[in-house]
């Protein structure tokens, strides 16, 4: 049984995408929080990615960016994304947070707001 101060909603998302380690997750960031398309994002450390493309296997520095956002928001998100990735088909996975505390859910929404 949850617990009372934790509250399933639907609405929230975590969007996962990669980019190449050095800087142009910071610009994707900035602009997704500043144009209200996310509540946060987390850029992680650079990684190794290995990864098969066109016929050959690949391995690049990359860093993972995590997304929170509501589900009213990801078309905007994915388009945004599109406009601002410098890969030919960037990762777009969306991934549904089912539980979580009400208040962390409520600033998602609140941050999010075209309002």
């Given amino acids: 049984m949850i617990a009372d101060w934790w509250f399933a909603v639907g609405d929230v998302v975590v969007v996962l995408t990669t980019v190449p380690a050095g800087g142009k997750g910071e610009e994707i960031a900035q602009a997704l929080v500043e144009e209200r ?6 850029i992680l450390a650079p990684m190794t ?18 997304i929170k956002t509501s589900s009213g928001r990801v078309a905007a998100v994915q388009a945004r994304l599109a406009a601002l990735h410098p890969y030919d088909v960037p990762e777009f996975l969306v991934l549904s947070a089912t539980d979580s505390s009400a208040a962390y859910f409520e600033w998602i929404d609140k941050e999010t707001s075209e309002t």
């Avoid at 398309?37 to 987390?42: D, E, K, S």
């Avoid at 990615?49 to 995590?66: K, N």
């Fill in 37 to 42: 398309l996310a509540a946060c994002v987390n």
């Fill in 49 to 66: 990615s290995i990864y098969r493309w066109r016929g050959a296997v690949e391995r690049d520095a990359e860093q993972q960016l995590i």
